[in-house]
């Protein structure tokens, strides 16, 4: 029997298929590892199979060159075919970038924009594009108040879910911003779940959003010192009300410390990665294709192991998968 059993190779198996194993790898490996495995990999991350979920917030949050980050945005999105049914990135540069990604967003169910230097203009100019999106992330997004919170509500009907968390930098010299907890009552009624920590808001700013999204039943308040959260438990028993009060210090994450990779030693390391513009301009084309393949640096020895997140059902339940060619 073993001199008949079929050997398959992992080259052969769909591109979808490889393309629910590579999700397991971090980004840095799947840019700069896969690739150079064989072609067929190549031609697999090049493609939407791997960029359903565009999670880049670990990488952008350590990043200060917004060139660097501005083509990684652009090379991901357009390898996901205008799929991408998630994107998160901290920290986006200028208005033109999220404009980009408007553009692209006719799949988009979540959008993570936390940090991100956009103005309420072009959140007013391109909110329709956003339609779809259920699940909003603009967490200290200074430059932007009321006026983008309401086009997100009026062109996001069926948002469900709002992250506005301030840090206590943010909000520094500012009176209130009840004006933006109004935006959210009178343009957001189906939120179920909300975080808005640390902004300057009353008791009767919580009380109005409640009475509005009837819907709620997550609200999150750390920080928020005016509020009475007494008083909506008793008011409304069946939502869940985390703070005012803060048990522990604020998380400041985009400040820790980044793991050292120094050690790698790849060959063709991260940090080449990112300053190679030539890749960035010709990603995913034949010519690259060929070039990757013709200087002769293939990993011919290379063993690959997938670690955790099993692949039953519960490991892509909801991920709408592109049909293989």
């Not at 495995?37 to 999670?55: A, L, T």
């Not at 329709?128 to 603009?138: A, W, Y």
């Amino acid at each position: 029997m073993e001199e008949h059993r079929e050997e398959r190779c992992w080259e052969d198996l769909l591109p979808d298929a490889l393309g629910l194993i590579f999700r397991n790898l971090s980004l840095q490996e799947m840019l700069t590892v896969v690739p150079r495995v064989c072609k067929s990999w190549s031609r697999v991350v090049s493609g939407p199979y791997c960029w359903q979920e565009i999670d880049i917030q670990e990488w952008s949050q350590q990043q200060n060159k917004p060139d660097q980050l501005t083509r990684m945005v652009h090379t991901l999105v357009t390898r996901s075919g205008d799929s991408f049914r998630r994107i998160s990135v901290s920290g986006l540069p200028n208005d033109s970038l999220f404009t980009f990604i408007a553009n692209h967003a006719r799949s988009l169910k979540t959008l993570e924009l936390p940090r991100s230097e956009i103005s309420d203009c072009i959140v007013e100019d391109v909110a329709q594009r956003l339609s779809n999106v259920t699940f909003l992330d603009v967490s200290s997004c200074t430059k932007i108040g009321a006026r983008a919170l309401e086009a997100f509500g009026k062109n996001c009907k069926s948002l469900v879910g709002l992250r506005r968390v301030m840090h206590p930098i943010d909000v520094a010299g500012k009176v209130c911003q009840h004006d933006e907890a109004r935006a959210i009552a009178c343009s957001m009624p189906k939120l179920r779940h909300l975080e808005i920590g640390y902004m300057l808001i009353a008791t009767n700013a919580v009380v109005e959003i409640a009475s509005r999204c009837r819907d709620l039943s997550f609200l999150d308040l750390r920080g928020c010192w005016g509020v009475d959260d007494k008083l909506l438990q008793e008011k409304y028993p069946g939502l869940k009300v985390l703070g005012p009060r803060v048990d522990d210090c604020y998380e400041n994450s985009f400040l820790e410390e980044c793991s050292d990779d120094s050690d790698d030693d790849s060959i063709y390391s991260w940090e080449e990665f990112m300053d190679d513009e030539d890749y960035f301009a010709a990603a995913g084309s034949d010519e690259d294709e060929e070039a990757l393949w013709a200087d002769g640096h293939a990993l011919e020895g290379l063993e690959v192991r997938f670690y955790g997140g099993g692949f039953g059902e519960g490991a892509f339940a909801g991920i709408d998968w592109p049909e293989s060619p």
